[in-house]
């Protein structure tokens, strides 16, 4: 039983054998069937044909293309069996280069682009090749519901190195036809001589050879091309061509040969070898050209050169005369002077522009300038000018050019030196034109001070319509106020001349002249005034913008880094508030140095508004608002200096932000402390209502008339300032305290009251004291709650952070607080271990808080490199920054929230304790 097993087996492995050896000569048989036709083709287009009828008739493809694969990855056809689709671009939805494909349904690789209907078929094969850095593709479609026959990818791949070679084949084909098409039907008579022949023997002539020479193809062939030279035999011409022809090399010659009739002719005649595949000159090609008339043509015109030059020698006048292409024919004694072009001097033969370019390189060490006249020559213009153009020349020389164009496209041109007859022409016109075009009036009159002369300016400025107009009127009667006698003596003082109610200041000066008369000149000076006021304002405004720009500059950097500082002071506040055994005294200091803190983190960041304007947004109490003055300057006063506040009317509401004002407050009681100095004094803050009537001289700003305002004075009794300095006070850097003083207070105070649409007065004199008044708008009475969340105890229990910054101290603080609210917080100095921790684990932390300005990457790169990794996981931007910050990061989403430097860690962590519950 075991032995028929056995028997069956090897029974079924050789029917397997045999179906595999059968399937195998049936791909033989078609591939040598394909091979037949291809060879058996007499053109290489006939044989890609072959290519195509065997895959029709092998596979049953319905349409067959080979194209070459552009870098764009579209196939251009290059050859197909239907002939409209030559040319065309198509794109398929894959690559074709990549690998031999057989595709059973084509509709599932999505749609091919160009103006090809590819839909019609459901099937591809495609065969890819690559050869001389070019990408082929060998392409067979068939449609309806059967695919390609198995194992006819096989055949594809095979014939498609065959289809390419055909291809390329039938190109060189159809090009050398065309090659030998264009030397057959040349007009110049081409010979070819087999250069591997020690005899150089003729193998090819064309038609226009046998015009040319008179002899037939077969009469020549075979023999050297010598048979035709007329030339002596020790001709250098002839002895240049031997030598040429020898050495298989080119060049052009030109020799007097002879025709079969034996008419002599010139025989322009230009040599090249042709090279194998080897690199080695099988075959001489010669072009032959008939120029019996250009040469006849040069010798004429050498003997009419030289009739010329003799007959224009002796002349002193210019004479140049140049062929088409401005090419020097003949040039006189008198061109080479008046134009010297050293080197080139006008020789035969040279060029009109080589020539001009050395004329004008020499006249660099002339006394004149070279004009744009003479820079660049208009020959062609100049030609059509009957009178020719008069021209001043460097060397100080004025020539009058002539020119004359020939039928063929030549020129004669002429010079002559006018120089003695326009000399005196020339002074007298410029003098007259000086006066004419000057933009000041210029006048003369007569001892009775009529006008006998005035340019055009000066009776515009007069008011006449013409000068003519104005002869014999005396010039003194234009101007306003009583009119004045002749005046004899030199005069120089300024006028004013209204007219049709416009007054205009003319500045007027005499001169009187030995014949009696009065030369005078009549300046409007006018908008020079104007703009000398103009120019004297605009100063001004530039030197404070330019002193709020440096302002804005500094500070920024300065708040980034003190702001740091107070982060680390404030943090350290809250940490310590924290602690339950605290008495109700360091609870106090605690309060205070959180309050002081606060206060000086917006103090630090409205400095960054400096230079800037911001309109006033939001409302807040006045009483609620200058509560914590007493605690915040007091610390700051000397025993011998009182400070008393008189807030009776602190109910009211007023726009904008609370610490702004707290601030400007703060700085005008320092500015009070500081003008009074170690002596005693005392220091007064009022407030009291007023409206825009109010009366109050105001330095900065403006006040509505109908509007409210809060009026806050500070009043010191310090030496008091100079009214010469009053106004200046105001503006940045500017200090009566010399060097104790920054110039900053005062600047400040301005900015913010302005920025709220209010307005600051100061009242000083010296020795009694300084008042200076802070308007600031009165809003509606409701009062508005403070932004931002207040409060603490937000449960930050299993959330990981990572905190960004790159101080430790900041840093430190920022962690003990949020760790002290149950997070478990990952402090990072470097930014781009922040950005290492996310990639290593991006489901793992539940935020990210960082800093803005750090070493080698901003918060902003942080936050867009974290959003790659995981784009739900929070990014809390805290800056010192961030009222300066246009990082596009933050409006588009990539930074989900900013808090300014030194950051409220109660806010901070209500915020993360929100995005922690979002995520829940």
């Not at 091979?35 to 319905?62: H, K, Q």
């Not at 008189?646 to 702004?660: F, I, N, R, V």
């Not at 997070?823 to 470097?830: G, L, Q």
Request: charged fraction near 20%.
């Amino acid at each position: 039983m075991a032995e028929d097993e056995r028997l069956r087996e090897a029974l079924l492995e050789l029917q397997l054998l045999r179906a595999r050896e059968a399937k195998s000569l049936s791909a033989t048989r078609m591939l040598l069937e394909c091979l037949e036709a291809y060879s058996s083709a007499r053109t290489p287009a006939d044989a890609l044909n072959s290519i195509f009828v065997s895959l029709r008739d092998r596979i049953g493809a319905e349409f067959t293309a080979l194209g070459e694969i552009a870098q764009d990855g579209a196939l251009v056809i290059a050859a197909s069996d239907d002939p409209a689709c030559l040319g065309l671009r198509l794109a398929p939805p894959f690559d074709l280069a990549a690998r031999p494909r057989d595709i059973m349904d084509l509709a599932l690789l999505g749609a091919w682009y160009g103006p090809w209907d590819i839909a019609r078929y459901s099937a591809l094969q495609c065969a890819p090749l690559q050869t001389d850095g070019r990408r082929h593709a060998l392409l067979a479609f068939r449609s309806g519901p059967q695919p390609f026959p198995k194992g006819s990818l096989q055949l594809v791949e095979r014939l498609a190195g065959l289809a390419l070679r055909a291809l390329q084949g039938s190109e060189i084909a159809t090009e050398n036809k065309l090659l030998a098409a264009a030397i057959q039907g040349s007009s110049s008579g081409f010979a070819i001589a087999d250069a591997t022949d020690t005899a150089r023997p003729l193998i090819y002539v064309n038609s226009a050879f046998e015009r040319l020479s008179g002899y037939a193809a077969e009469e020549v062939l075979g023999q050297n091309c010598r048979f035709l030279s007329a030339e002596p035999p020790d001709s250098a011409e002839r002895e240049r061509l031997r030598a040429a022809v020898q050495a298989n090399g080119s060049g052009q010659f030109l020799l007097r040969n002879r025709r079969k009739s034996g008419d002599l002719f010139w025989n322009e005649l230009t040599l090249f070898p042709v090279e194998n595949e080897a690199g080695e000159v099988v075959n001489l090609v010669a072009t032959q050209t008939d120029v019996s008339a250009r040469v006849e043509a040069a010798a004429e015109r050498d003997r009419t050169r030289a009739q010329m030059a003799r007959a224009l020698t002796a002349t002193e006048d210019a004479f140049l005369v140049l062929e088409p292409g401005n090419v020097v024919v003949f040039a006189n004694k008198a061109t080479r002077e008046i134009f010297c072009a050293p080197d080139v001097d006008w020789a035969v033969g040279s060029t009109f522009d080589a020539n001009w370019a050395a004329y004008l390189a020499a006249c660099e060490d002339l006394p004149g300038r070279v004009t744009s006249l003479l820079e660049t020559p208009d020959l062609a213009t100049l030609a059509q000018l009957p009178k020719g153009r008069e021209i001043d020349l460097p060397d100080g020389h004025t020539i009058l050019i002539r020119a004359s164009a020939f039928a063929d496209g030549g020129l004669v041109l002429s010079a002559t030196d006018v120089t003695p007859m326009k000399m005196a022409q020339r002074l007298l016109s410029q003098r007259l034109a000086a006066i004419e075009a000057a933009r000041d009036g210029i006048a003369v009159t007569d001892g009775d001070g009529r006008l006998t002369f005035l340019n055009r300016a000066a009776s515009q400025l007069l008011g006449f319509p013409s000068p003519a107009r104005a002869l014999g009127r005396p010039w003194h009667d234009r101007y306003d106020g009583p009119s004045r006698s002749a005046n004899q003596e030199p005069f120089d003082m300024t006028l004013e001349r209204t007219e049709d109610g416009v007054t205009r200041t003319h500045e007027v000066t005499g001169t009187v002249l030995d014949s009696g008369g009065t030369v005078i000149v009549f300046r409007d000076i006018t908008d020079r005034l104007e703009y000398e006021t103009r120019e004297a304002e605009l100063k001004q405004g530039l030197r404070q913008l330019q002193r709020q720009e440096a302002t804005a500059q500094l500070t920024a950097g300065i708040a980034h880094d003190f702001n740091n500082l107070l982060s680390a002071i404030n943090g350290s506040a809250t940490l310590i508030g924290l602690e339950e055994n605290l008495t109700d005294t360091l609870k106090a200091h605690v309060n205070r140095i959180s309050t002081a803190g606060t206060q000086a983190a917006r103090l630090v960041n409205r400095l960054l508004d400096i230079g800037a304007r911001h309109e006033a947004v939001g409302s807040f109490n006045l009483r609620a608002a200058i509560a914590d003055i007493p605690a915040l300057v007091e610390p700051s006063l000397p025993d011998s200096i009182a400070l008393r506040m008189d807030a009776s009317e602190g109910g009211l509401t007023l726009s904008g932000d609370p610490g702004s004002l707290s601030q400007a407050i703060v700085n005008l009681v320092l500015n009070a402390r500081d003008a009074i100095g170690n002596r005693a004094g005392r220091i007064d803050l009022r407030i009291s209502a007023v409206t825009g009537q109010c009366g109050a001289e105001i330095q900065v700003g403006e006040l509505r008339p109908q509007a409210r305002y809060a009026r806050i004075d500070v009043s010191d009794t310090g030496a008091g300032i100079a009214a010469d300095q009053l106004v200046a006070v105001f503006e940045p850097y500017f200090s009566t305290k010399g060097r104790h003083g920054t110039g900053l207070g005062l600047a400040m105070v301005s900015l913010q009251a302005q920025a709220v649409g209010g307005a600051v007065g100061i009242a000083s004199a010296p020795g009694s004291g300084t008042t200076v008044s802070v308007f600031w708008p009165v809003t509606s009475p409701e009062d508005i709650a403070g932004s931002g969340p207040t409060g603490a105890g937000h449960d930050l229990t299993g959330q990981t952070i990572i905190l960004l910054d790159d101080d430790p101290e900041v840093a430190a603080v920022a962690a003990a607080f949020l760790e002290a609210r149950g997070a478990e917080v990952a402090v990072c100095i470097d930014p781009r271990d922040a950005v290492e921790a996310v990639e290593d684990a991006p489901e793992a932390w539940s935020a990210v808080v960082t800093d803005y300005d750090m070493p080698h990457l901003t918060g902003g790169d942080v936050a867009e490199r974290i959003k790659r990794l995981n784009p739900a996981l929070p990014v809390v931007l805290v800056t010192a920054l961030a009222r300066r910050l246009s990082d596009p990061r933050i409006a588009d989403g990539t930074i989900d929230a900013v808090l300014p430097k030194p950051a409220d860690l109660d806010h901070l962590s209500s915020i993360l304790s929100q995005y922690h519950h979002r995520s829940n």
